[in-house]
């Protein structure tokens, strides 16, 4: 690898180790809900506006039948080329033209803001001025959402990120009774950079070598992670396969598995949960204080399985397993899981060849939503944090 490309990789990796590491650029504050996702080496990160209240009356006017009015709800940063609906962010990271070049791979920031308009609410894209500013200012466009209603009350305006395959996801807004989403992708895959491998040369490092680069490269190689940070700083995380496509045979086996059985996954490690606090699942609790590999207060390995005209989610505390190295007498127990075929709810045609994308995302101040998709199927199973 040449020192361009040396360069190039260790600022993406940098880049990446601190949004794992649930650090934003100084403008997001702290305390404030954080949602990320690393997809083939490209982040997104939104960072959820905290004090937006439903039962403030400056923003009643916004969910009146004729919206209108205004207000931030969040943040969002990019290192990469992406579209929100019909918006374009981020910055193209190309291979600099100079070695000693390479200032154009760094984090883009937008403030996010809900609009009344007379075609209803729209989502505005502008550039960020941070918390204080009360109207957007040089918007770079405004787009259209789709909107559902919801059972379970939000009084806390809460806004997250959502993979939904390899390439992007879903801008998730829950407020009150409502939710509105819009699609978020990746304009094009990031490359990887490979040395070109002289034999009997190897790779010269200084004393200083970070060696969390490298291992952090070789997991995402062939892993995604989402990762969502709650206001007091806990972490939830979900590593899933990267590039698990519909095409592939592993997807083809989900029609054929038994009653009782587990799906089991020949070209990946299983879907792994990282947990800073815990976390219940309707009875179950998921406890910290079982460890894997990585370095985190609690992990465990999530298995999708088959029931009686059903689905479950098992919990299971072998966390670095293969996908096709299931053992049952390491289970922590399962849960019911939701589950939805997109087509048949009239979504796009893009839904049914979704690759398989797992994320938690929070639906409220403490509580959540585990939510695994794939090709046209999602399940999704409701939380709660643990205090």
Do not use: C
């Not at 040089?138 to 939000?154: A, K």
């Not at 062939?222 to 045979?249: C, E, M, W, Y």
């Amino acid at each position: 690898m040449n020192i361009r490309s040396q360069q190039r990789l260790a600022v993406i990796l940098s880049l990446i180790l601190v949004t794992l590491s649930g650090q934003v650029a100084a403008q997001s504050p702290s305390d404030q809900l954080q949602s990320s996702a690393t997809l083939g080496l490209r982040t997104v990160t939104v960072v959820s506006a905290s004090e937006v209240q439903i039962d403030d009356p400056t923003h009643r006017t916004l969910l009146s039948e004729t919206p209108s009015g205004v207000v931030r709800i969040g943040q969002l940063e990019t290192d990469a080329l992406a579209h929100i609906g019909h918006v374009e962010i981020g910055t193209e990271q190309t291979e600099p033209l100079d070695e000693d070049i390479v200032e154009n791979l760094g984090t883009s920031r937008y403030d996010l803001w809900l609009r009344g308009t007379d075609d209803g609410l729209r989502l505005q894209v502008a550039d960020s001025q941070g918390d204080m500013a009360t109207d957007p200012a040089n918007v770079l466009g405004s787009i259209p959402l789709t909107h559902r209603s919801v059972t379970r009350q939000t009084p806390t305006l809460v806004t997250g990120f959502v993979p939904t395959g390899a390439d992007g996801g879903d801008l998730l807004v829950r407020w009150g009774s409502h939710e509105w989403a819009v699609d978020v992708q990746f304009a094009e895959p990031r490359e990887t950079f490979r040395s070109q491998r002289v034999s009997g040369l190897g790779d010269q490092r200084t004393y200083d070598f970070d060696s969390r680069e490298i291992q952090l490269s070789n997991r995402l190689s062939q892993r995604n992670i989402a990762t969502v940070t709650l206001s007091d700083g806990p972490r939830l995380s979900v590593v899933f396969p990267r590039d698990l496509k519909v095409d592939h045979r592993d997807f083809a086996h989900l029609v054929s598995v038994e009653t009782g059985s587990i799906v089991r996954v020949t070209a990946s490690a299983v879907t792994r949960l990282d947990i800073d606090v815990p976390i219940q699942f309707g009875d179950l609790v998921i406890n910290t204080g079982n460890v894997g590999l990585r370095d985190s207060p609690g992990a465990y390995g999530i298995w999708l399985k088959r029931g009686e005209g059903s689905w479950r989610l098992v919990f299971n505390n072998e966390p670095d397993a293969w996908g096709t190295q299931y053992n049952p007498e390491l289970d922590l127990g399962e849960v019911d899981l939701h589950y939805a075929q997109s087509l048949l709810a009239g979504d796009s045609m893009s839904d049914a060849v979704r690759d398989m994308a797992a994320s938690v995302v929070m639906t409220g101040t403490d509580e959540g939503r585990f939510v695994l998709v794939w090709g046209p199927h999602e399940w999704t199973a409701d939380f709660t944090v643990v205090r």
